[in-house]
C-alpha cells in the first residue's frame, strides 16, 4: 500500500492516505514533476505504461510520482528517476510549485500541490516498463506541435505545466 502525504493549500503536512484513496477522494497531496533536458535542449518524455490506472499510455514528462511520508521532494525524485527511468541523476532542481485539480478518467480526480523541477541528462534511459511504454527526446518546437494536433495524447498536468517552463529549453 502506497501513502501519499496529505497536505493544505501552505504544502504543510495534514495527514497520509493510500494513494488510489486519495485520488478516489481528491485530497489534496503532495506530489513533483521531473522535467529533464539534454545538452541539446531537448525534452525527455515518456509514455505512461498501458496499465496505470489513470492516464495510462500518455505522453508526460520525464516522470512524476509522489513522496512517501518523511521523504524530501528532491530524494524521491532522485529515487523515482532511477526507478522509472534507470537514470542516475544527482540533483534535480526545484523550479516552482503549483496547485491544480483534474478529473481524470475512472471517476478520479487529481488535486495536487505539484513540485516542478528540473535536471540534466543525454543517455538514453533504461526504462521499467512496469511503469513506461516508450520514451523519446522531442525539441520544445516538436512538442508544441504535437500537443496542438493531439491535446489528448497528453497528462492533464504536462500541458499546465510546460507553458510556465518552456522558457528553460529555449535558452
Not at 530524494?75 to 541523476?89: H, P, S
Not at 516552482?96 to 543525454?122: G, P, R
Not at 511504454?133 to 489528448?152: G, R, T, V
Request: net charge negative.
Amino acid at each position: 500500500m502506497t501513502e501519499v502525504i496529505l497536505v493544505n493549500e501552505k504544502d504543510e503536512q495534514v495527514g497520509t492516505m493510500e494513494k488510489l484513496q486519495a485520488h478516489i477522494e481528491g485530497r489534496l497531496h503532495r506530489a513533483f514533476s521531473v522535467f529533464i533536458m539534454n545538452d541539446k535542449k531537448q525534452m525527455l518524455l515518456q509514455q505512461r505504461a498501458n496499465h496505470k490506472y489513470h492516464s495510462a499510455g500518455l505522453w508526460s514528462n520525464a516522470c512524476c510520482s509522489h513522496p512517501v511520508p518523511d521523504e524530501n521532494i528532491q530524494d524521491a525524485a532522485i529515487r523515482r528517476v532511477k526507478e522509472e527511468l534507470g537514470i542516475c541523476v544527482t540533483t534535480v532542481t526545484n523550479i516552482f510549485s503549483f496547485q491544480y485539480k483534474a478529473n481524470l478518467e475512472n471517476n478520479l480526480t487529481e488535486h495536487e500541490l505539484d513540485h516542478v523541477l528540473l535536471a540534466h541528462y543525454n543517455g538514453a534511459p533504461l526504462i521499467n516498463e512496469e511503469e513506461v511504454n516508450d520514451w523519446k527526446y522531442f525539441s520544445l518546437a516538436e512538442i508544441k506541435n504535437m500537443l496542438h494536433l493531439h491535446p489528448e495524447q497528453f497528462t492533464v498536468w504536462f500541458k499546465l505545466i510546460l507553458p510556465k517552463i518552456e522558457h528553460y529549453f529555449s535558452l
